[in-house]
């Protein structure tokens, strides 16, 4: 072999090594994985995997999205991973995930989540974690029912047999419209409500706008009454300045909590919140992760986690969430205001962590027609409160089959984007 051979051989061959590792020039790229194990006989595997997007509303920024895990014993499990204004986006991603979980044991949850989290390698965003999320509950609704189950007997629950203490939202702007919504909670045992503050907030705020807010929280107590647990949903559109402000006038009204004074990832700020008020501090709806929620918990800077589980990473992650929660003295009241496969699958969490305090649903003391679309893919009145309580399911899994010809009725019709709003001036106002 002469010299030119010997090289070009070698280097050949180093080349090969170097494609046989996957590695690239900085060397940071992994082995391949081996496949993941192909069914056996007597062997439960997913086999595949249906991803449903649901226009329900015409104008919603939040058609649903549902997820269908099925297996080689015909067993199958549901998921939601709905997010609003980017539906078709999600999908996708599903569609990218599943070899993470088609071919897998079902069974293996924890397994499946952090492969799917941690090998995106780039640390999850909304959606990859409402992908994720959808998925996560399908495979527990999967787990229930292979080990004959409710998951929230899984999880060690239920704390309250009774069910999961939830609240409606109110959107009446008048005493009397406020005292017709407290006589129809009295009807139905309903004792906590949430709503808002009108119109969007500058940095540094008039006198008259943040007047009208307080105008807003007082009517609110004095129309629902003293025995009333009242949360007020700032939406992050008050600065810190102007939040500390609105949070200390308020502190006599005794409010269960204020959600998302500021965005929850400037962390910084929302500690300052909390120090400067006695008001309970409710945040966590737009965090991905139960990684997320370790800043907030650490600088005392949060009362009441609101993780979703459509967004956070499913029941594996909001579980997670309630744990740490529970370990930093911190209550859990996670957002809902998706699908009814999220909502079910929450009750399931709340049902099972001892520092849970209250549910949402974003619907009104009055059912729509969106919750007679929920009946009718369900079986059931989903999501409705009796006395008070969201009813536990006794069927394994998440408790629910879903009509597949019933959802067919409202095919997908496209993403449509979030609200975009705009101060006076022009300028970008968030909402």
């Given at each position: 072999?002469?010299?030119?051979?010997?090289?070009?051989?070698?280097?050949?061959?180093?080349?090969?090594?170097?494609?046989?590792?996957?590695?690239?020039?900085?060397?940071?790229?992994?082995?391949?994985?081996?496949?993941?194990?192909?069914?056996?006989?007597?062997?439960?595997?997913?086999?595949?995997?249906?991803?449903?997007?649901?226009?329900?509303?015409?104008?919603?920024?939040?058609?649903?999205?549902?997820?269908?895990?099925?297996?080689?014993?015909?067993?199958?499990?549901?998921?939601?991973?709905?997010?609003?204004?980017?539906?078709?986006?999600?999908?996708?991603?599903?569609?990218?995930?599943?070899?993470?979980?088609?071919?897998?044991?079902?069974?293996?949850?924890?397994?499946?989540?952090?492969?799917?989290?941690?090998?995106?390698?780039?640390?999850?965003?909304?959606?990859?974690?409402?992908?994720?999320?959808?998925?996560?509950?399908?495979?527990?609704?999967?787990?229930?029912?292979?080990?004959?189950?409710?998951?929230?007997?899984?999880?060690?629950?239920?704390?309250?047999?009774?069910?999961?203490?939830?609240?409606?939202?109110?959107?009446?702007?008048?005493?009397?419209?406020?005292?017709?919504?407290?006589?129809?909670?009295?009807?139905?045992?309903?004792?906590?409500?949430?709503?808002?503050?009108?119109?969007?907030?500058?940095?540094?705020?008039?006198?008259?706008?943040?007047?009208?807010?307080?105008?807003?929280?007082?009517?609110?107590?004095?129309?629902?009454?003293?025995?009333?647990?009242?949360?007020?949903?700032?939406?992050?559109?008050?600065?810190?300045?102007?939040?500390?402000?609105?949070?200390?006038?308020?502190?006599?009204?005794?409010?269960?909590?204020?959600?998302?004074?500021?965005?929850?990832?400037?962390?910084?700020?929302?500690?300052?919140?909390?120090?400067?008020?006695?008001?309970?501090?409710?945040?966590?709806?737009?965090?991905?992760?139960?990684?997320?929620?370790?800043?907030?918990?650490?600088?005392?800077?949060?009362?009441?986690?609101?993780?979703?589980?459509?967004?956070?990473?499913?029941?594996?992650?909001?579980?997670?969430?309630?744990?740490?929660?529970?370990?930093?003295?911190?209550m859990l009241a996670p957002h809902a205001c998706e699908g009814p496969i999220g909502g079910m699958a929450t009750l399931h969490v709340d049902a099972s962590a001892p520092n849970f305090i209250v549910q949402e649903i974003c619907s009104g003391v009055e059912p729509t027609f969106k919750e007679k679309?929920?009946?009718?893919?369900?079986?059931?009145?989903?999501?409705?409160?009796?006395?008070?309580?969201?009813?536990?399911?006794?069927?394994?899994?998440?408790?629910?089959?879903?009509?597949?010809?019933?959802?067919a009725k409202k095919p997908f019709r496209g993403t449509k984007p979030m609200a975009r709003v705009f101060h006076e001036d022009g300028s970008v106002a968030a909402w």
């Open positions: 072999m002469n010299r030119r051979h010997f090289f070009g051989g070698a280097l050949l061959a180093s080349a090969s090594a170097a494609i046989g590792r996957g590695a690239d020039s900085c060397g940071c790229a992994p082995a391949p994985a081996a496949a993941l194990p192909q069914a056996s006989p007597g062997k439960l595997r997913i086999t595949g995997f249906k991803t449903f997007g649901v226009t329900w509303e015409d104008d919603s920024d939040r058609p649903y999205v549902f997820v269908k895990l099925e297996t080689n014993e015909g067993v199958v499990g549901w998921g939601e991973a709905t997010l609003e204004g980017k539906a078709g986006a999600v999908m996708q991603t599903i569609d990218d995930l599943q070899q993470f979980f088609v071919g897998a044991d079902p069974l293996r949850v924890e397994h499946i989540w952090q492969d799917m989290y941690i090998h995106a390698f780039y640390r999850a965003g909304p959606i990859l974690g409402s992908a994720i999320a959808g998925i996560d509950q399908a495979l527990w609704d999967l787990r229930g029912k292979i080990l004959g189950q409710p998951v929230y007997r899984l999880l060690g629950g239920p704390v309250e047999p009774k069910g999961v203490r939830g609240y409606y939202h109110t959107q009446a702007n008048t005493r009397e419209q406020l005292e017709q919504v407290r006589e129809q909670a009295d009807e139905l045992g309903v004792t906590a409500f949430k709503s808002g503050i009108p119109g969007y907030y500058e940095w540094i705020e008039t006198n008259e706008a943040i007047s009208a807010a307080v105008g807003r929280m007082q009517m609110l107590r004095e129309g629902l009454g003293d025995d009333i647990d009242i949360g007020v949903d700032f939406h992050a559109k008050t600065s810190p300045a102007v939040a500390s402000i609105l949070c200390k006038e308020v502190e006599p009204l005794k409010l269960m909590f204020i959600e998302e004074p500021c965005p929850p990832e400037n962390y910084r700020a929302m500690s300052k919140i909390a120090r400067r008020t006695t008001t309970p501090i409710a945040t966590g709806e737009r965090l991905v992760g139960h990684y997320s929620v370790q800043q907030l918990l650490e600088d005392g800077a949060v009362d009441i986690l609101q993780c979703d589980i459509n967004h956070v990473g499913g029941i594996t992650a909001l579980w997670k969430v309630a744990a740490m929660a529970e370990a930093s003295g911190c679309l929920w009946e009718e893919w369900l079986g059931f009145p989903a999501m409705r409160m009796v006395d008070g309580y969201f009813p536990l399911p006794d069927k394994p899994g998440l408790g629910f089959e879903m009509n597949e010809a019933a959802l």
